[in-house]
Nanobody, 119 residues
Framework: VQLVESGGGSVQAGGSLRVSCEIS????????MGWFRQAPGKERERVAR???????TYTYSVKDRFTISQDNDQNTLYLRMNNLQPEDPAVYYC???????????????WGQGTPVTVS
């Protein structure tokens, strides 16, 4: 399974951005898919995930601002980020695994990351 993120960039505080993760070498259906982020000097943290049954969960700091979704026909995972705040800038990573988990260390497949900055 290969993951390629795109869509990162720079936005003003309060703005919106959507990042995408294209999945190849497998299908997103049945996978646990997650978005993680890592800011300089900080540990990688989970942002949101969709489990293998399609149920989304979010970390508290992004709940009601971010939306995770997946298009199984396009084999693509999305993260829509609204009302971006100064604490949101980081490199955003897409991850996948055949087992459901909230922990970064449990995910077997990772993309290269896409940077998001907020000015």
């Amino acid at each position: 399974v290969q993951l390629v993120e795109s869509g990162g960039g720079s936005v003003q505080a309060g703005g919106s951005l959507r990042v995408s993760c294209e999945i190849s070498g497998g299908t997103s259906s049945g996978l646990c898919m997650g978005w993680f982020r890592q800011a300089p000097g900080k540990e990688r943290e989970r942002v949101a995930r969709i489990d293998s049954a399609g149920s989304p969960t979010y970390t508290y700091s992004v709940k009601d601002r971010f939306t995770i979704s997946q298009d199984n026909d396009q084999n693509t995972l999305y993260l829509r980020m609204n009302n971006l705040q100064p604490e949101d800038p980081a490199v955003y990573y897409c991850a996948a695994d055949f087992y459901n988990s909230h922990l970064a260390r449990s995910y077997s497949y990772w993309g290269q990351g896409t940077p998001v900055t907020v000015s």
